[in-house]
Nanobody, 115 residues
């Protein structure tokens, strides 16, 4: 059983910042495509950002220019820096590890953007 453990969620005002972190087992960290997804109430889970083993990244249009995904090789974490947060960013954020035939999820962390 692969465990991905997210942290860093919380309540923030519009325009504020949060940093999410996902702790990943070393073998998974090195070879899987790592991503952050989110699911708002009543909506489908959607991709927010991904980073592949070579370091290339891709982002959903809704977060491009505001969010940054990165890997911390010293800590085996995948981080999501979220700036200029908007109320529509409110959701449960999930960490995902993906390769052909395999997909692992964390338990999720709540992000609420509200004044």
């Amino acid at each position: 059983q692969v465990q991905l453990v997210e942290s860093g969620g919380g309540l923030v005002q519009p325009g504020g910042s949060l940093r999410l972190s996902c702790a990943v087992p070393g073998n998974i960290f090195r070879i899987y495509v790592m991503g952050w997804y989110r699911q708002a109430p009543g909506k489908q889970r959607e991709l927010v950002a991904q980073i592949i083993s070579g370091g290339s990244t891709n982002y959903s249009d809704s977060v491009k220019g505001r969010f940054t995904i990165s890997k911390n090789y010293a800590k085996n974490t995948v981080d999501l820096q979220m700036n200029s947060l908007k109320p529509e960013d409110t959701a449960v954020y999930y960490c995902n590890a993906l390769r052909t035939g395999y997909s692992f999820w964390g338990q999720g962390t709540q992000v609420t953007v509200s004044s």
